[in-house]
């Protein structure tokens, strides 16, 4: 019903900024929050950052809080994850995903999303 693309991943030195970029299409865009995850090689996914319908709500994880920003263009069906200050050990596979989660505090768990990109891959070298 939903299908999400990933975009904007890429090698780039520690200390950088990278803009992912996640299209959606298929259904109506505004009626979903939006999660950003990420997953390295032989660890699991995990939270970075969720946005609400409207974007006045956003949730971060500790790890990115303060680095990481997330948007969102509903007029682009588009959400955006810019992401500055970037470490070695945010290398990964950056994954978007859509959800009908009725709180902000539900966006950080993988179960309560329905949809899922292929993934950018971004790698940050030291």
């Known amino acids: 019903q939903v299908q999400l693309v990933e975009s904007g991943g890429g090698l780039v030195q520690a200390g950088a900024s990278l803009r992912l970029s996640c299209a959606a299409s298929?259904?109506?865009?505004?009626?979903?929050?939006m999660g950003w995850f990420r997953q390295a090689p032989g660890k699991e996914r995990e939270f970075v950052a969720a946005?609400?319908?409207?974007?006045?709500?956003?949730y971060y994880a500790d790890s990115v809080k303060g680095r990481f920003t997330v948007s969102r263009d509903n007029a682009k069906s588009t959400v955006y994850l810019q992401m500055n200050s970037l470490k070695p050990e945010d290398t990964a596979v950056y994954y978007c995903?859509?959800?009908?989660?009725?709180?902000?505090?539900?966006?950080?768990?993988?179960?309560?999303?329905?949809?899922w990109g292929q993934g950018t891959q971004v790698t940050v070298s030291s």
């Open positions: 995903a859509a959800s009908r989660a009725g709180t902000i505090q539900a966006l950080g768990a993988l179960s309560q999303y329905d949809y």
């Open positions: 298929g259904r109506t865009f505004s009626s979903y929050s």
């Open positions: 946005i609400t319908w409207t974007g006045i709500t956003r």
